[in-house]
């Protein structure tokens, strides 16, 4: 991990949180997405709550693709095996490129944390609209993991040798 002269840039942050039985009172998950990227120097742009139904993600989530304001979004929740578990099935087809090697990278880190039960995690990461997309499972201690280990260095624009900081942050076309 090397640093470059490049300032650190604050990014507009979305968080959603996918479960049927969460709220604002219980979101443990969708509260320390907020806490990390806040304490990272990033700003929460929004933040909901949605059932677990692909219609409802999909409509949430395009909305802030659609937004110019809006860099990255952090999902948590529903990347499981339970039939109710949908998320992947939701982002998949509003992604413009896949980030293979996010899913791979975090269930590798997540193997030394938990062991083989990394293999039930669908946790993945796209680009769309120059927005970049993270599914995250839904405990907290996962999405810390993939927060302190893998995204953060990604929202810096003085991490090399490379972060997306300057794509987010120029124009769309």
Not at 62 to 70: D, F, G, L, V
Not at 80 to 101: H, N, Q, V, W
């Amino acid at each position: 991990m090397s640093k470059s002269s490049s300032p650190f840039r604050p990014l507009n942050i979305c968080v959603l949180t996918v479960s049927d039985t969460r709220t604002p009172e219980n979101d443990t998950s969708g509260d320390a997405l907020v806490s990390l990227l806040s304490d990272a120097g990033h700003t929460l742009k929004d933040r909901a709550i949605v059932k677990d139904d692909v219609y409802q993600m999909r409509a949430i989530v395009s909305q802030w693709i659609a937004n110019e304001e809006a860099h990255v979004i952090l999902m948590t929740g529903g990347t499981g095996f339970y039939s109710r578990d949908s998320t992947p099935e939701a982002i998949m087809p509003l992604l413009d490129k896949e980030i293979d090697g996010f899913g791979e990278l975090f269930r590798h880190i997540s193997y030394h944390e938990i062991g083989t039960s990394t293999i039930q995690s669908r946790a993945l990461a796209g680009l769309a609209n120059k927005t970049l997309v993270f599914c995250l499972p839904g405990s907290t201690g996962a999405c810390k993991t993939a927060w302190n280990n893998v995204i953060k260095e990604q929202l810096d624009a003085s991490h090399r040798p490379c972060n997306f900081v300057e794509m987010l942050l120029s124009p769309r076309m």
